[in-house]
């Protein structure tokens, strides 16, 4: 079953705008993950937000976390051409043994 | 350094066949993850291996599905008699230490398509 959830399911912008992209979760957690992936093949991990964590940077990333409304949130700034791809939060099973991830939402940065 | 390596790239089978899918971990990394994503969705966990310990198989969909791993290096997964179901990208990761802090490291995948 799916943990994670991510709003909205596709993204259109242009270069030098902001994207921002939300995702849900079901249980508590220990962390929550960000990953990027290309062209529907291996994924890039972005960033990693503790539960005791409310936000955190990493370039022009910029990540929150919500544990009261079980939710993150995604912002890239500055948009460029090479940041479309499809992103994915993801958080770790009960064991602690597999990433949980939700469908993703595909962002398209025009120039 | 070299990272995750997984082959084929992509296979092509006919239904009935069986698969093998290979997968080169990170040198050193002790934790290895088997995923499946079909298209247009995100990843299903199928297997975790974490140094001796048994195997987490509580993700793999059927008895058509397993995998093994030598030591704390190679792994593979085998799908015996595919279906068109299976028809999807096999992801296998690898982390240093299997911690729940660990950063997965994911190679480029197998695009597996059953006839």
């Known amino acids: 079953s799916q943990q994670g959830e991510e709003d909205p399911q596709a993204l259109s912008i242009q270069e030098g705008e902001n994207a921002t992209m939300n995702c849900s979760y079901k249980?508590?957690?220990?962390?929550l993950q960000w990953y990027r992936q290309n062209s529907g093949r291996g994924l890039v991990h972005l960033i990693l937000?503790?539960?005791?964590?409310r936000e955190k940077h990493s370039g022009r990333l910029r990540v929150t976390l919500d544990t009261s409304k079980k939710s993150s949130s995604l912002l890239i700034t500055a948009s460029r051409a090479a940041d479309t791809a499809s992103y994915f939060c993801?958080?770790?099973?009960?064991?602690?043994?597999?990433?949980?991830f939700g469908k993703g939402t595909t962002l398209s940065v025009s120039s | 350094g070299a990272g995750v390596s997984q082959s084929p790239s992509n296979k092509v089978t006919e239904k009935g066949k069986d698969v093998e899918l290979r997968c080169d971990p990170i040198?050193?990394?002790?934790?290895l993850y088997w995923y499946r994503q079909r298209l247009g969705q995100g990843l299903e966990f199928l297997i975790y291996?974490?140094?001796?310990?048994?195997?987490?198989k509580s993700g793999l969909p059927s008895d058509r599905f397993s995998a093994e791993r030598t030591g704390e290096s190679v792994s593979t997964l085998t799908i015996q008699r595919t279906q068109q179901e299976d028809s999807a990208v096999y992801l296998c990761?690898?982390?240093?230490?299997?911690?729940?802090?660990?950063?997965?490291?994911f190679g480029p995948g197998t695009r597996l398509t059953v006839l």
């Open positions: 937000i503790r539960s005791n964590e």
């Open positions: 249980t508590s957690i220990n962390n």
């Open positions: 291996f974490q140094g001796n310990s048994a195997p987490d």
């Open positions: 990761a690898s982390s240093p230490s299997g911690r729940r802090t660990d950063t997965q490291y």
């Open positions: 993801a958080t770790l099973n009960q064991a602690g043994t597999a990433l949980i």
């Open positions: 040198s050193g990394h002790t934790a």
